[in-house]
T-cell receptor, first 112, second 117 residues
Framework: EAQVTQNPRYLITVTGKKLTVTCSQN?????MSWYRQDPGLGLRQIYY???????DKGDVPEGYKVSRKEKRNFPLILESPSPNQTSLYFC???????????FGDGTRLSIL | AQTVTQSQPEMSVQEAETVTLSCTYD???????LFWYKQPPSRQMILVIR??????QNATENRFSVNFQKAAKSFSLKISDSQLGDAAMYFC??????????????FGKGTKLSVIP
């Protein structure tokens, strides 16, 4: 089954404690991206990757890191999380940007 | 920078009736793609419909259709014969790819649609 898998689905943690949200897709997609969703703001892109070892900033990259060492994986790293990063996060992938995005089920992060 | 505007934060429709969600966008490009995504309470993001800007014909997908007005930069979604399962947040999105490696993918802030039995 074609899917984008994010883990964890829920996480409550404290300020400053490094965390990683994993994202994996099994569709051999070249394009992957991370979004955060906040009430009243819609989805905003954090980082994207056009292919292995090719990443670039989206609209709200501050406080986040990503890596793309393998085509299927695109982890989101919060080196020193802060409460303003409390949000719902989505990973997505597609073969090309003009193709529909396949989304993961979302990760609810709460930073206390 | 491209912007996508959904001017209706919330809308409601009677079951079996028709509703139209509005979306406008700002771009100087001629070749781009537009999408409507649905997010039910389960939080999943589901593609509803896709439109290529170079196609004049409006996209349709069963009960869902769009009214694409390129000159007006408008991309509204019409839902016919509304069903309870249509209740969700709907996001309009604009996408443009550049072979030089830059790109743009922008979402609107969403419209919450309620369906009244």
């Amino acid at each position: 089954e074609a899917q984008v898998t994010q883990n964890p689905r829920y996480l409550i943690t404290v300020t400053g404690k490094k965390l990683t949200v994993t994202c994996s897709q099994n569709m051999n997609h070249e394009y992957m991206s991370w979004y955060r969703q906040d009430p009243g703001l819609g989805l905003r892109q954090i980082y994207y990757s056009m292919n292995v070892e090719v990443t670039d900033k989206g609209d709200v990259p501050e406080g986040y890191k990503v890596s793309r060492k393998e085509k299927r994986n695109f982890p989101l790293i919060l080196e020193s999380p802060s409460p303003n990063q409390t949000s719902l996060y989505f990973c997505a992938s597609s073969y090309r940007l003009n193709q529909p995005q396949h989304f993961g089920d979302g990760t609810r992060l709460s930073i206390l | 920078a491209q912007t996508v505007t959904q001017s209706q934060p919330e809308m409601s429709v009677q079951e079996a009736e028709t509703v139209t969600l509005s979306c406008t966008y700002d771009t100087s490009e001629s070749d781009y793609y537009l999408f409507w995504y649905k997010q039910p309470p389960s939080r999943q993001m589901i593609l509803v419909i896709r439109q290529e800007a170079y196609k004049q014909q409006n996209a349709t997908e069963n009960r869902f259709s769009v009214n694409f007005q390129k000159a007006a930069k408008s991309f509204s979604l019409k839902i016919s014969d509304s069903q309870l399962g249509d209740a969700a947040m709907y996001f309009c999105a604009y996408s443009k790819y550049s072979g030089a490696g830059s790109y743009q993918l922008t979402f609107g802030k969403g419209t919450k649609l309620s369906v009244i039995p």
